[in-house]
């Protein structure tokens, strides 16, 4: 699983084979914690990041929903931009 981006210690990651894994998403991963976001809502479906780092995550997820969501109907890896 290709990483996509970093900030503040969260790892952005993403499948790119969308017929095995369902709706469009990334993975967060901090420390030993990981979140599943869903790219169109941005809410976390799974997992067991803390608060903050699941609003640092929908705030960075927040400014290239577009670009996440390209990558994943094209399963073309792109290189984002950390939070800033």
């Given at each position: 699983?290709?990483?996509?981006?970093r900030f503040?210690?969260?790892?952005?990651?993403m499948?790119?084979?969308?017929?095995e894994?369902?709706?469009?998403?990334?993975h967060?991963?901090?420390?030993?914690f990981?979140?599943?976001?869903?790219?169109v809502?941005?809410e976390m479906?799974?997992?067991?990041?803390p608060?903050?780092a699941?609003?640092l995550?929908?705030?960075?997820?927040s400014?290239y929903?577009q670009?996440?969501?390209?990558?994943?109907q094209?399963?073309?890896?792109?290189?984002?931009?950390?939070?800033?």
């Amino acid at each position: 699983m290709p990483v996509i981006a970093r900030f503040y210690g969260i790892l952005i990651k993403m499948y790119f084979s969308q017929s095995e894994h369902g709706k469009p998403h990334f993975h967060a991963v901090y420390a030993e914690f990981n979140g599943v976001f869903d790219v169109v809502t941005l809410e976390m479906t799974e997992g067991d990041l803390p608060a903050r780092a699941q609003r640092l995550v929908r705030e960075w997820a927040s400014q290239y929903q577009q670009e996440l969501l390209r990558m994943w109907q094209t399963n073309e890896y792109a290189r984002l931009p950390g939070l800033e």
